[in-house]
């Protein structure tokens, strides 16, 4: 009898030591796949600020280091993934001559050269960005301005956008270019004050100069409509891995319908409200930390699906973490700076991207995992992928408070 108990309590002890190892081959794995510099969220995003008045246009376009090293490698002269002061000053030039190439402002189909004025180096989110200040001469009415920008328009594995804020003679605009949207136009048009009206009159009389305040903007392309916020959520939450793996985390372990239903639903509840505080400017909280926290959901989810007998009422930790995610979603739109006046149709709509991505992702996953819980070894493939999902998050958790 005795042999018999010590005989369970050494094939016990294996299975133990058989799933700490497991659990640390994974994580070894992980850590060599995803390297310490990579970003859970794998997109360049860059900032494009246009200013017009009656003496000049001033575009400021600011873009994070890494995309620039990616673009000039010879710049990151010490090879540590960081630009430096230094290395900015030494390859100014060559920085100038990849932006300026990058990006055109033309003017009736003729491009305009501009004038850098100043490069430097700015901090958005806890990444490090290159803040370039270009000057155009000033515009007049009847004229059609042509914004392009060709970073990484040939790499259709990249994953770019630029956010446009622009101000014309005090009213304001936003586009998003993004995938082969590449081109921002707008016509300005001249117009004059009568009897408490505004009437747009021909452009072939007056200047902008003559009549700074009768200039009028007009957008002749799609790319600031609706949908290219619509689709700046679809590519956000695509790009965000670690949002992705918290969901897939959730529905990872077998529930009822109803309880699905209730984990989607707060979920969805839980990050609108925190976007939409997070973009007014109501909540704010350093980016190290809700990156930190997002990766802290996935193991905590992960982990619960491994010693947790039973779930029960997951909607509520999904709802705090939500508040959490939402946070994250709301990273770029803040950048943008969007007046409050157009700032409801850019968050809905941008929500509704993230949220149309997300039900398309949970109606692929059940039928599957419906399969996967009908099977012998179901509970082995849960408990095993929750430890992956373990180590992925430990190490994004590591990443995002560390270094």
């Given amino acids: 009898m005795v042999s018999f108990f010590s005989a369970i309590q050494h094939i016990g002890s294996f299975f133990v030591r058989s799933q700490i190892c497991s659990f640390l081959s994974i994580f070894f794995i992980a850590s060599i796949s995803f390297p310490m510099i990579a970003d859970a969220h794998a997109y360049s995003a860059s900032y494009t600020k246009i200013t017009m008045d009656d003496k000049k246009t001033e575009v400021v376009f600011t873009l994070d280091s890494l995309s620039l090293i990616e673009l000039l490698p010879d710049i990151d002269r010490n090879k540590n993934w960081v630009l430096e002061k230094s290395e900015l000053e030494k390859d100014?030039?060559?920085?100038?001559?990849l932006i300026t190439e990058g990006l055109t402002l033309d003017r009736n189909n003729k491009e305009v050269t501009p004038?850098?004025?100043k490069m430097k180096l700015v901090k958005k989110e806890n990444k490090e960005f290159v803040s370039t200040t270009m000057t155009f001469p000033a515009f007049s009415p009847g004229d059609t301005i042509v914004y392009n920008d060709g970073f990484y328009f040939n790499d259709t594995g990249a994953n770019y956008v630029d956010l446009i804020s622009a101000d014309f003679m005090?009213?304001?605009?936003?586009?998003?270019?993004?995938?082969?949207?590449?081109t921002w136009?707008?016509?300005?048009t001249e117009v004059q004050q009568e009897q408490g009206q505004d009437q747009t009159t021909q452009p072939d009389t007056g200047t902008a100069q003559d009549h700074p305040e009768a200039v009028?903007?007009?957008?002749?392309?799609?790319?600031?409509?609706?949908?290219?916020f619509f689709k700046l959520g679809t590519l956000h939450i695509l790009t965000g891995y670690d949002h992705l793996l918290f969901l897939f985390a959730l529905l990872l372990r077998k529930q009822t319908f109803k309880q699905y239903a209730a984990i989607v639903t707060s979920f969805t509840i839980a990050h609108s409200i925190t976007l939409s505080l997070a973009v007014l400017g109501w909540i704010t909280l350093p980016s190290r930390f809700v990156e930190a926290v997002i990766a802290f959901s996935i193991c905590y989810v992960a982990a619960e699906n491994i010693f947790r007998k039973e779930i029960r009422r997951r909607w509520t930790i999904t709802f705090l973490f939500g508040l959490i995610h939402g946070l994250g979603f709301a990273s770029i739109l803040r950048e943008m700076s969007i007046p409050k006046s157009h700032l409801a149709v850019a968050l809905v709509n941008f929500n509704l991207g993230i949220e149309a991505v997300q039900l398309s992702l949970v109606l692929l996953l059940l039928p599957l995992l419906s399969y996967i819980f009908k099977l012998k070894s179901s509970r082995k493939i849960?408990?095993?992928s929750s430890y992956a999902i373990v180590a992925m998050g430990a190490i994004w958790f590591i990443q995002r408070l560390f270094f």
């Fill in 115 to 117: 004038m850098v004025e």
């Fill in 185 to 188: 136009t707008i016509l300005l």
């Fill in 382 to 384: 849960v408990i095993n």
């Fill in 216 to 228: 009028k903007p007009v957008e002749k392309s799609s790319t600031s409509s609706w949908f290219s």
């Fill in 170 to 182: 005090g009213q304001t605009s936003e586009a998003v270019l993004q995938g082969k949207e590449r």
């Fill in 92 to 97: 100014r030039h060559h920085l100038e001559e």
